[in-house]
């Protein structure tokens, strides 16, 4: 009986340590594979991080150049500025730099987008308006010297002729 009992020991030691080296393997895995997702987690919040910073960046700069733009826009037809021709071609040229910049992320700068789509309507209302100004000035104007002339015609015309009478 006795060799019986040590067949059944030896034989549930072996069981024990395979379960335990199963168990060791498993643990060991388990470990492994958590490190591994974290680094992969790690990588690709590393990654959205720096994409994020790259958008924040953009926006930053685009904001700068259409804060310029717009300040651009205001000197049109002011006077301020000595030939309007080129000022509207160099604004031309910032919209075309800002619409590159842009690219291919109209999604996240989709308020830029319109405002670029829109800059040109905005140029064309702002000229409308200063010609509605302009010919509203020189209505005024025109209006002031008429109003002038007939002001001297009816002094003229209120002038007593017998006082100064000549005759030939």
């Known amino acids: 009986m006795k060799k019986l009992n040590q067949d059944q020991v030896s034989k549930a030691m072996w069981y024990f340590w395979l379960s335990f080296g199963v168990l060791l393997l498993f643990a060991f895995f388990s470990l492994f594979f958590f490190f591994k997702s974290y680094s992969y987690q790690q990588q690709y919040v590393q990654r959205d991080i720096d994409y994020y910073k790259q958008v924040l ?72 308006l200063i010609d509605i100004s302009n010919n509203e000035q020189l209505a005024r104007r025109d209006l002031i010297e008429c109003m002038n002339k007939v002001r001297r015609v009816k002094q003229d015309l209120s002038f007593d002729p017998t006082r100064n009478f000549s005759s030939r």
């Open 57 to 128: 960046n953009k926006q930053q700069l685009l904001k700068q150049k259409t804060d310029s733009l717009l300040n651009l826009m205001n000197l049109v037809n002011t006077g301020k500025v000595e030939n309007d021709v080129f000022l509207q071609k160099y604004i031309a040229d910032n919209k075309a730099g800002i619409e590159n910049l842009i690219g291919a992320d109209s999604t996240e700068f989709i308020t830029y987008k319109l405002l670029m789509n829109n800059v040109g309507s905005m140029l064309k209302q702002k000229d409308t």
